[in-house]
């Protein structure tokens, strides 16, 4: 079984429909999810549809200088890390906490993932996105361990 699923996405509406899709997927389960992409990619636009989807009332915004945002008026918690500005003695300090957000019915996404050092749960979904010269966004997903494969098959369907 492949454990990946690329969508390419020329407008807003596509990503809002791929953001829906997968929120319907993971709204009963959880999942922790990295998300990996130059500024400006589209991670938090992403972020910020799926937990529209879910029911977040408030405004979803980029976590970039507090580190962590957390929605709560939605079904189901989501959490908004965002590891950029974090340095090597930074991303120690909270190691436990993201492992502990990586547990139990929640939805917690982690911008920046790659400046983790490796800290990051196994059981995840990895999404990469990037962009065309047209601006078409690539959403490359990839289910990490097999605890998630149900969300790439259902992206696929």
């Known amino acids: 079984m492949e454990n990946k699923f690329v969508q390419k996405c020329a407008e ?7 953001a829906v899709k997968f929120a319907n997927l993971v709204k009963d389960n959880g999942c922790f999810v990295n998300l990996y992409g130059e500024i400006g990619a589209g991670k938090t636009a992403f972020v910020r549809l799926v937990a529209e989807s879910l029911g977040v009332k408030e405004k979803v915004t980029s976590p ?6 957390e ?5 189901i918690p989501v959490y908004h890390f965002d590891l950029y500005r974090l340095e090597n003695a930074g991303i120690s300090t909270i190691t436990e906490e993201l492992r502990e957000y ?3 019915k929640k939805i917690t996404f982690v ?3 790659e400046f983790s050092q490796g800290e990051l749960p196994f059981e995840r979904i990895e999404i990469n996105v990037t962009y065309d010269d ?6 490359e997903f990839e289910s990490v361990g097999n605890k998630n494969n149900y969300v ?6």
């Open 12 to 18: 807003i509406e596509d990503t809002k429909q791929l």
């Open 64 to 69: 970039s200088f507090v580190i962590l945002n």
């Open 71 to 75: 929605y709560h008026s939605a079904s």
């Open 102 to 104: 990586s547990e139990g």
């Open 111 to 113: 911008e920046w993932a």
């Open 134 to 139: 047209d601006d078409t966004r690539i959403y």
């Open 152 to 157: 790439i098959e259902g992206l696929k369907n």
